[in-house]
């Protein structure tokens, strides 16, 4: 392994490639583009990619619908893990050679990124890099939704919307270990699977959601997870059970909509302000993984490394399976992006070098 990143870090046999979201495309429409790889800066790591991965997020970018996503051309990418292949100053130098895992937001459709040494995680050994990719964005946001927002505990009936898709199956999952009852929303395919699962699982197409929920928890549930905003929302707020906690984190219904991309989002904003001034002691959040990151950078790194080694944990614990959709290569994101978007598959798409 030490000649290789030796070979790595002489910037020699190795080249950049990476996706390009050039503007609101088709996912046929993303190119590819080759340059040199870049070299770590002051407190920087240049990490080999191993997996990165397609999440709602690209989605909305590639149609211009996230709520802050940069100007268009960029390349894309939520999360990855790869090997530490140079350091910068300031860095330890142990860094190298070792698989960690980072969130970015943007950037990691890439053979090789360079981050902030203070942003990457370590991926403990024995973890692939793909499992672990299926958990880094996913993973972080399940696991603060469950513990830090709605504070879920054993003996508790929660109701969780897409209950097998990236997010969802991962929160289902860490739910069950903890000891608390799932109902799921997810189409008839899936039904089975969370069942295996250990979640009572509902049809959103052909059901009724909020009759149903109601008939299985007729004195409403503890905590909601609802990534679909809109009418789904208020739904979700009315089927709480007293002192329960709605936990919104995305406006997936408004994907393919025109207009404005923030209306949405201020719109469900107004509605967790005003339904957090009632006075009937339920909660209602909108859950953003980078809330606090502008206030405190030490402390928002502090609890990422702590939530997503929590959740690296429980993978190793086997309390979470790794849901890899399917793996597809760098160059393929196109077909990646489009499989992702299909809403057939179950778990995370993955891309790899």
């Known amino acids: 392994m030490g000649s290789t990143v030796e070979v790595a870090m002489n910037g020699h046999a190795e080249e950049l490639i990476e996706v390009v979201l050039p503007g609101k495309v088709e996912p ?16 920087q790591v240049v990490i080999r990619m191993e997996a990165t991965g397609v999440s709602f997020a690209e989605q909305q970018m590639r149609r211009g619908r996230y709520y ?22 300031g860095v330890e130098p142990g860094l190298s050679g070792t698989r960690v895992a980072a969130l970015v937001k943007v950037g990691g459709w890439a053979s090789h990124v360079r981050v902030d040494a203070a942003d990457v ?55 069950h270990a903890a000891g608390v009852k799932v109902i799921g929303t997810a189409s008839a395919r899936h039904h089975d699977a969370l069942r295996e699962r250990g979640v009572t699982p509902v049809d959103y197409r052909t059901e009724d959601v909020p009759v149903r929920v109601r008939e299985l928890a007729p004195g409403g549930v503890d905590a909601v997870f609802d990534h679909v905003g809109g009418r789904s929302a208020v739904d979700s707020w009315h089927l709480l059970a007293p002192g329960g906690t709605l936990v919104s984190y995305g406006s997936a219904s408004t994907r393919d909509d025109e207009g404005s991309k923030q209306v949405p989002v201020f719109k469900l904003l107004g509605r ?10 339920r909660h209602a959040y909108f859950f953003n ?36 959709a399917a793996r597809l290569p760098l160059t393929s994101a196109a077909d990646a992006l489009r499989l992702a978007e299909s809403g057939t598959v179950s778990g995370k798409v993955v891309l790899t070098p």
Do not use: C
């Open 28 to 43: 046929e429409g993303l190119e590819i583009r080759h340059g040199a790889v870049p070299a770590a800066g002051p407190g």
């Open 68 to 89: 802050d996503q940069p100007a268009f051309p960029f390349v894309p990418g939520y999360d990855l893990v790869g090997t530490v292949i140079a350091t910068g100053e």
């Open 121 to 175: 995680v370590p991926v403990p050994d024995g973890v692939g890099a793909a499992e672990a990719e299926t958990l880094v964005v996913n993973g972080v946001t399940a696991w603060q939704m469950l513990h830090r927002k709605a504070r879920v505990r054993a003996g508790q009936t929660i109701l969780v919307h897409g209950a097998n898709g990236g997010v969802g199956s991962v929160l289902v999952q860490l739910a």
């Open 272 to 281: 967790v302000w005003l339904w957090n001034a009632l006075p009937n002691g």
């Open 289 to 324: 993984v980078w809330a606090g990151r502008a206030l405190s950078k030490d402390r928002f790194r502090a609890r990422l490394r702590g939530d997503l080694a929590q959740v690296f944990g429980a993978l190793q614990r086997g309390d979470v399976t790794a849901q890899i």
